[in-house]
């Protein structure tokens, strides 16, 4: 398991389960988590920052991670359903 999906993981531990079973057989899952944890570290680094463009990139960054999280949350939803099958004749 990579590192964004162990962030991933942390940040949602009640479906960290349907995370590991959603990453295991999702590389486009696999890679949002990446960068999911990609842009969570960048927040950190810029709110170190003194930078004149800091608070410009924090909200940015906040922004991007903000939308992360719900095509996560989406993403998990989706696995989480159990399709029903048709009753037996």
């Known amino acids: 398991m990579g590192n964004g999906v162990r962030f991933v993981k942390s940040c949602f531990e009640q479906r ?3 995370v590991e079973e959603l990453a295991a057989r999702s590389e486009g899952f696999c890679e949002l988590c990446d960068d999911f944890a990609m842009a969570d ?15 410009e ?24 359903i159990v399709p029903c099958r048709p009753p037996r004749r």
């Not at 570290?41 to 930078?51: D, F, Y």
């Open 16 to 18: 960290a389960k349907l």
């Open 41 to 55: 570290n960048e927040k950190t680094r810029w709110k170190q920052s003194s930078a004149p463009e800091r608070d």
């Open 57 to 80: 990139r924090l909200a940015e960054y906040q922004e991007l991670i903000d939308s992360m999280r719900v095509e996560i949350e989406q993403a998990l939803d989706r696995a989480a």
